[in-house]
């Protein structure tokens, strides 16, 4: 059988190894000593590891489920050539399960004096920022035999953003806005609405909106138009306790609502409101406020990719405190947390009028689709005793939804994957009412 490589070059030399060679060793035993000088000549030809000068550069953010490129310059300040195989460690949620070890290690050689890019590709599963770790470098000989090894520390950080989602529903909510803002032939009538202009009366207008004066100097019954106000402000809070830790699908519902909130943010700031953030549980985790109409979202963005669900129970108090003061003049406070029965009637419901009284409010929270599919199962004991545990929980949740009705609070309850929809068209409705 024909022998090759390093197998080839010990018989060569007339030695025989002592145990069989393994990539995780840095070396091979030999008995005798053409071996070991020729081993030792082998490390010694291998390119130093602490003298090479490793930088980075590329990607410092990308939304989850998209690539991010991280790009590594190894340069060889030393006369020797480097060959080399490197590992370029990263946690593991910045790759897709199974992948890391094919996208973490690379083969580089790199004449002396000269430089050598490499690549690594990152695909993250989770949102925050994810930090380089070390940069391991194993240096092999021309012979392959020995080789030496040390470990950079090369900082980088890439900040995983949420994904957005919802961002496909926004064409056709801003459609609905064009009709609001008066662009179309709908105009509208209410508390939060600035007049627009007069035109002939129709049957069916409201007989509030006519304009006496204008209609005494003409032969027709004259109303006045409305439409929205604008650069009304607009508080997002999230609710990031513990009951934001729940995952609904595959995700947490805190998830949800950011997607939710994005979305909102989006059309409000495209309909000329000012939109600010407040995301809490027993202290302010992200604030964001002032920001103007093009900066708005990418700031929203920023400030929750790092956010996560603390499990602590949210002080409803302290958080309606820190609502009041970030919100001075009237406001819509849209409040994204849960409608479970316990935190609502314990926490939310004893400090709600102090918002009520100053603001517009509206609940929206996260429902789970598996509850409703549990309510519909049938066919075995099991799956009634299910139904029946459904249908109880759907009870419960309907009942605290009408109590916050009841104190005049708009409650918006869907699916995560229509509850940004949801949220965007209860604006909307609001905004054509005039209670913005």
């Known amino acids: 059988m024909p022998l090759t490589g390093r197998a080839a070059l010990l018989a060569a030399l007339g030695s025989v190894p002592v145990g069989i060679w393994d990539p995780g060793w840095t070396g091979i035993l030999a008995v005798n000593g053409p071996l070991a000088v020729a081993c030792a000549c082998d490390f010694a030809l291998a390119a130093p590891v602490r003298r090479l000068v490793l930088t980075r550069s590329g990607d410092t953010s990308a939304r989850l489920g998209e690539t991010a490129d991280v790009t590594l310059t190894v340069?060889?300040?030393?006369?020797?050539?480097?060959r080399a195989r490197l590992r370029d460690a990263w946690p593991p949620s910045s790759w897709?399960?199974?992948?890391?070890?094919?996208?973490?290690?690379?083969?580089?050689?790199?004449?002396?004096?000269?430089?050598?890019?490499?690549?690594?590709?990152?695909?993250?599963?989770?949102?925050?920022?994810?930090?380089?770790?070390?940069?391991?470098?194993?240096?092999?000989?021309?012979?392959?035999?020995?080789?030496?090894?040390?470990?950079?520390?090369?900082?980088w950080t890439v900040r995983v953003l949420p994904p957005f989602a919802s961002r496909k529903h926004l064409p056709s909510k801003l459609a609905r806005l064009r009709e609001l803002d008066g662009r179309t032939s709908v105009l509208i009538r209410g508390q939060g609405t600035e007049f627009d202009s007069l035109r002939d009366y129709v049957p069916g207008d409201d007989t509030r909106s006519i304009d006496w004066r204008?209609?005494?100097?003409?032969?027709?019954?004259?109303?006045?138009?409305?439409?929205?106000e604008r650069d009304r402000?607009?508080?997002?809070?999230?609710?990031?306790?513990?009951?934001?830790?729940?995952?609904?699908?595959?995700?947490?519902?805190?998830?949800?609502?950011?997607?939710?909130?994005?979305?909102?943010?989006?059309?409000?700031?495209?309909?000329?409101?000012?939109?600010?953030?407040?995301?809490?549980?027993?202290?302010?985790?992200?604030?964001?406020?002032?920001?103007t109409a093009r900066d708005v979202l990418p700031s929203l963005v920023n400030a929750m990719a790092t956010l996560e669900p603390e499990l602590v129970e949210t002080d409803a108090r302290g958080l309606t405190a820190m609502a009041l003061r970030t919100t001075p003049r009237r406001s819509l406070i849209v409040l994204l947390t849960t409608l479970d029965a316990a935190p609502v009637e314990e926490g939310l419901l004893p400090v709600l009028a102090q918002l009520t009284q100053r603001h517009t409010v509206l609940v929206a929270s996260v429902a789970d689709p598996h509850i409703a599919g549990m309510a519909t199962?049938?066919?075995?004991?099991?799956?009634?005793?299910?139904?029946?545990?459904?249908?109880?929980?759907?009870?419960?949740?309907?009942?605290?939804?009408?109590?916050?009705?009841?104190?005049g609070v708009t409650v918006v309850d869907a699916t995560p994957d229509d509850l940004a929809p949801a949220l965007a068209d209860a604006y909307l409705a609001l905004k054509a009412a005039g209670r913005l």
């Not at 925050?128 to 520390?153: E, K, M, N, W």
């Open 233 to 291: 402000h607009i508080l997002l809070v999230l609710d990031t306790g513990r009951t934001s830790a729940g995952r609904v699908g595959d995700a947490p519902r805190l998830d949800a609502s950011m997607d939710a909130a994005l979305l909102l943010a989006a059309l409000a700031s495209r309909a000329g409101d000012r939109v600010d953030l407040l995301a809490y549980d027993r202290r302010p985790r992200a604030l964001v406020q002032g920001r």
């Open 377 to 407: 199962a049938r066919g075995n004991a099991d799956a009634v005793y299910e139904a029946a545990a459904a249908a109880q929980a759907q009870t419960e949740r309907h009942r605290t939804a009408e109590q916050l009705r009841r104190h």
């Open 75 to 82: 340069t060889n300040p030393s006369r020797r050539p480097l």
């Open 214 to 228: 204008a209609t005494a100097r003409q032969t027709a019954v004259a109303v006045r138009t409305w439409r929205p």
């Open 96 to 155: 897709q399960p199974g992948t890391e070890f094919e996208a973490s290690r690379h083969r580089v050689t790199v004449p002396p004096g000269e430089r050598r890019r490499i690549t690594t590709r990152l695909r993250p599963t989770r949102r925050g920022d994810r930090h380089a770790d070390r940069v391991t470098i194993r240096s092999y000989g021309p012979l392959g035999l020995f080789s030496r090894q040390g470990a950079h520390r090369v900082p």
